[in-house]
């Protein structure tokens, strides 16, 4: 599956899903179908590899691409629980950093692989650990969905 950063958000990054899924299905993936208008993306591929810079190019946006089964992953890995939860996926595993736990004070997080599980209890606009930060911190390219998201994705590719 491919998750792209900060699309139809705000007005911003104007990616019609329709001609998404037609693009990639024109790069020989197959059963590819969306998930909402934030840029979700399942298929079936032997190799994913081609799909990022393609985006890239036509579309001016980032991806995290997941297997079915790192997204199972995902959900075995959850250390908080589906309430509040939202995941930060990485695009590749994260150089070692010093995170101030204490930067958004009733807000947690954990750094598993190249995920980040975020819970935020007062909100996820309210959460000083942003998408940019753990950019920065962890020297990677992220994306962030909320749990309700994950578990629909995961459901989606599960079903292949």
């Given at each position: ?11 911003h ?9 037609e ?7 197959q ?52 309430e ?7 695009d ?33 606009a ?35």
């Amino acid at each position: 599956m491919a998750l792209l950063r900060g699309v139809n958000v705000g007005g911003h990054h104007r990616v019609p899903m329709a001609e998404l899924v037609e693009m990639v299905s024109g790069l020989g993936f197959q059963r590819v179908r969306s998930y909402i208008q934030s840029g979700n993306l399942v298929f079936e591929a032997d190799d994913a590899g081609p799909l990022e810079p393609a985006l890239r190019a036509r579309f001016g946006v980032r991806v995290v691409v997941r297997s079915a089964a790192e997204m199972a992953g995902v959900l075995e890995r959850n250390p908080f629980g589906p309430e509040h939860t939202h995941v930060v996926f990485l695009d590749r595993d994260p150089a070692p950093a010093a995170l101030e736990p204490d930067r958004s004070p009733g807000d947690a997080f954990v750094v598993s692989g190249r995920e980040v599980y975020l819970n935020c209890p007062n909100g996820l606009a309210r959460c000083k650990l942003s998408i940019d930060w753990f950019e920065r911190k962890l020297k990677v390219q992220a994306t962030c969905r909320n749990w309700n998201t994950v578990l629909k994705l995961a459901d989606m590719a599960g079903r292949g």
